[in-house]
Each structure stands twice: as structure tokens, then as C-alpha cells.
């Protein structure tokens, strides 16, 4: 089975940047479209953004569209997450795991790992 490492998260002030980064081990990285979920102290787990297989396409929830972008390198089996003009709500754990196509549904398929800590203060 493929497992997924999340890492790139930490504390940032309103307004700035951080690139979380998503590893996967195994061959076949490639085969699946991807995914990017949060949640945030007492509510529960959202969507955030999804890429297909090929990077050719993207989804983004509308709280995140133009400000975060999601990416992939299946050479090196890593899916990216830019985030730029951080705000307080965007603090949250962040996830990474392989979503079912068509991407537009928006449904994780994959098993949920640690996640990665993301702090925005104000």
C-alpha cells in the first residue's frame, strides 16, 4: 500500500507563505489523482484542493482559489501545496491522500495520515 508523509507546515503571520510538500512511497504515484484536506480545531475535515493524475486539471474550494496552488512531481512521487496571503482561518491540519476521478467530486479515497501543523496568527 501507498503511504503518504506530510511536511512543510509551521507558523506564519498573516499574509505570508508556506509550501507544504506530500511524499509518497511505491511505483505508482502516477496512477492516481491527489488531494489536499484540513481541520481545523473542532470542526471537520474539509476539502481544499485536488489535482488529476497528469496535472492537467485542478479543484480548488472557493476559500482557497487564488491564493493556494496545488502541484505534482510524479518523478519524485511529491504533491505540493503553495500557499500564499496566509489568513488566521487557514490554521488547521493539513492532509494529504488520493482522491477518486472524476476529481470534481472532491472525495478522498485514500487512508489519512499525521498531517502537518499550519499556524496563521493575526
Known amino acids: 500500500q501507498v503511504q503518504l508523509v506530510e511536511s512543510g507546515g509551521g507558523l506564519v503571520q498573516a499574509g505570508g507563505s508556506l509550501r507544504l510538500s506530500c511524499a509518497a512511497s511505491g511505483r505508482t504515484f502516477s496512477s492516481y489523482a491527489m488531494g489536499w484536506f484540513r481541520q481545523a480545531p473542532g470542526k471537520e475535515r474539509e476539502f481544499v484542493a485536488a489535482i488529476s493524475w497528469s496535472g492537467q486539471s485542478t479543484r480548488y474550494d472557493d476559500s482557497v482559489k487564488g491564493r493556494f496552488t496545488i502541484s505534482r512531481d510524479n518523478a519524485k512521487n511529491t504533491v505540493y501545496l503553495q500557499m500564499n496571503s496566509l489568513k488566521p482561518e487557514d490554521t488547521a491540519v493539513y492532509y494529504c491522500?488520493?482522491?477518486?476521478?472524476?476529481?470534481?467530486?472532491?472525495?478522498?479515497?485514500?487512508?489519512w495520515g499525521q498531517g502537518t501543523q499550519v499556524t496563521v496568527s493575526s
Open positions: 491522500t488520493a482522491m477518486a476521478n472524476p476529481i470534481a467530486t472532491e472525495r478522498a479515497v485514500g487512508s
